[in-house]
């Protein structure tokens, strides 16, 4: 599992600053990294799951025009993205003008999470770093949500590795009307609509990339985005696996949510992967059943379906949490929180949704804006309160106010402080991205590019990173010890193939 | 290729594997009893100090 986060970017010193240039600047300012050199060579946006290459991406005119400017700047497209493979194993970088942070590929919920949260850590290091370089004066804000409130979103993005024989179809049907319910669970908050029957209105919703949701399922990221993104680039062996890059979810705050949002829908993958079971449901128009659950706040609807059944977003997030719980799959004792969560969210929410507002960013967003609505005497549609919930995502300890319920206990922490400042520096101890970290160190004059799975050497070697799924720890560390004593990149592979076969 | 005039553009920093700096800001203890009062508090002086026009003037481009 993966996670990718683009945050907002701001320099509050200047009346209008250059996003290219903010974004490429900021990552250039984080100094610890293995690599600079990403390999691009097997990234392919247009190739889509359902078997077929697109002839080209949506963009508005506006983002064509952007696109058309960039072109003619003084920096080159590698100059631009200033890539940055970092020594935990994630990727920090300019995509499309906002600093990104993909976590490392991460085989549990937890380790995840620690890496999302040591993403916020590198952010704020990079941000540090680029104000003292600019001198006295200077200030910048990152955002770690997905809106500017006037017509612009960019994404938080899920990853998760699927077996290649499980066709995309099964996957996409009977996973849509949990994408819909689970934002019940997973919506960051918004003071604001920009869908374009509501555009502009000042009032409070559960998320903050409904409104920028257009179709079921399709390759664009940008424009048209679709509930279920079929990009098909697995960044894995293509005949074995596929990779489900999910970008309707909010960048949440809350680690519970994260923890949540890749936790439930892991599971249900696990589920529908590994079994037969279907669900029950069909909705009838996901896409405005989205929209609906994010408009409903506390009092949600029936949602239209196909069918004699009713179902609220409750009740279908109820149906997936029964399969999971009678599944006779053997669930991780993560897995196993992420139920007993799951169970008790449905419940209180049913009891009172207020109950959820220590992990629920929408709903401690809610409760906090209305008691400074009444106490400053503003109506409900004042722009204050929009320009308080963008300031609930400001990353920076000191003003974000999500920083300030989280130090008071008010919002669950679930990371420790040391396994996150681990994190920020070493990879995960399972997994694919410690053996690239240790070959990158291995090599550091010999290695041009990486990418998630595969390295290229200056003589030409092109070198296939297996994802060492079944590796325990130990076996991982005597790869490691192996790596250390090759004399050279080409005989790595030899090294690799031997130890994948054990 | 040159670039424009006043514009300082970074160039790529020295890479040095496996040896990132520990520079790590500081972190409180994990939460163990919520003190919502507390966190009340901290949370509505911050929120008056929060500029009302602020959302008004943020602009980013397109993201994915």
């Known amino acids: ?502 | 290729m040159e670039q424009p005039m006043g514009v300082e553009f970074s160039p790529d920093r020295q890479v040095v594997p496996g040896s990132p700096k520990k520079d790590v800001q500081k972190e409180g203890p994990v939460p163990k009893k919520p003190d919502v009062h507390k966190g009340t508090d901290r949370l509505m002086d911050r929120m008056k100090k929060v500029d009302p026009n602020q959302s008004e003037r943020y602009r980013q481009r397109t993201g994915e």
């Open chain 1, 1 to 502: 599992m993966g996670l990718e986060t683009e945050y907002g970017i701001v320099r509050n010193d200047l009346s209008d600053s250059d996003p290219v240039i903010e974004s490429m600047e900021i990552v250039r300012a984080y100094q610890s990294c293995d690599l600079t050199g990403w390999l691009y060579q097997e990234e392919d946006p247009a190739l889509d799951a359902r078997g077929f290459r697109v002839e080209g991406l949506a963009q508005d005119e506006e983002e064509r025009a952007f696109t058309q400017s960039d072109y003619t700047r003084f920096f080159s497209f590698r100059e631009m993205k200033s890539d940055r493979i970092l020594s935990n194993g994630g990727r920090f970088y300019n995509d499309h003008t906002h600093p990104e942070f993909s976590t490392p590929e991460s085989m549990g919920i937890l380790d995840l999470l620690r890496y999302d949260r040591a993403g916020i850590e590198i952010l704020r290091l990079a941000a540090r770093e680029r104000v003292r370089l600019l001198g006295p004066g200077a200030a910048l804000s990152l955002y770690r949500n997905n809106t500017d409130y006037h017509g612009h979103s960019y994404g938080c993005h899920e990853n998760y590795l699927l077996p290649r024989e499980i066709p995309f179809e099964r996957i996409v049907e009977h996973l849509l009307p949990f994408l819909v319910a689970r934002t019940v669970l997973t919506g960051a908050g918004k003071y604001g609509f920009e869908s374009s029957e509501r555009r502009g209105g000042i009032a409070f919703q559960i998320s903050q990339r409904a409104d920028f949701m257009e179709a079921l399922i399709g390759v664009d990221t940008m424009h048209r985005r679709p509930l279920v993104n079929s990009r098909d680039e697995p960044h894995a062996d293509r005949k074995r696996f596929r990779r489900l890059h999910l970008i309707l979810g909010d960048a949440n705050m809350s680690e519970w949510q994260t923890a949540m949002k890749v936790g439930m829908t892991e599971m249900v993958l696990t589920l529908l992967v590994g079994s037969e079971w279907e669900p029950r449901i069909v909705l009838s128009d996901p896409v405005a059943s989205i929209r609906s659950v994010s408009a409903s706040l506390r009092q949600q609807p029936t949602l239209p379906s196909k069918g004699k059944e009713q179902w609220t977003a409750l009740d279908i997030l109820e149906h997936y949490w029964d399969a999971c719980q009678k599944s006779l799959h053997e669930w991780t004792s993560e897995e196993r929180w992420v139920l007993s969560e799951w169970r008790i969210a449905i419940d209180q929410f049913r009891e009172d949704p207020g109950l959820l507002a220590d992990r629920v960013d929408w709903l401690a967003k809610q409760d906090f804006l209305e008691r400074f609505r009444e106490e400053e005497s503003l109506s409900p549609d004042d722009p204050w309160l929009q320009s308080l919930d963008l300031e609930y995502h400001n990353i920076d300890a000191d003003q974000g106010l999500f920083w300030a319920l989280e130090e008071s206990g008010a919002i669950r922490r679930l990371t420790q402080p040391n396994q996150v400042s681990d994190a920020i520096v070493s990879p995960p101890r399972l997994g694919r991205p410690r053996v690239r970290h240790a070959i990158i160190c291995r090599f550091p004059n010999e290695v041009i590019e990486a990418g998630w799975e595969k390295i290229r050497f200056r003589n030409g070697v092109l070198l296939d990173l297996p994802l060492f799924q079944k590796s325990g720890e130990g076996e991982i560390s005597d790869l490691l010890h192996r790596i250390e004593t090759v004399a050279t990149p080409g005989e790595l592979s030899k090294t690799i193939e031997a130890f994948s076969g054990v």
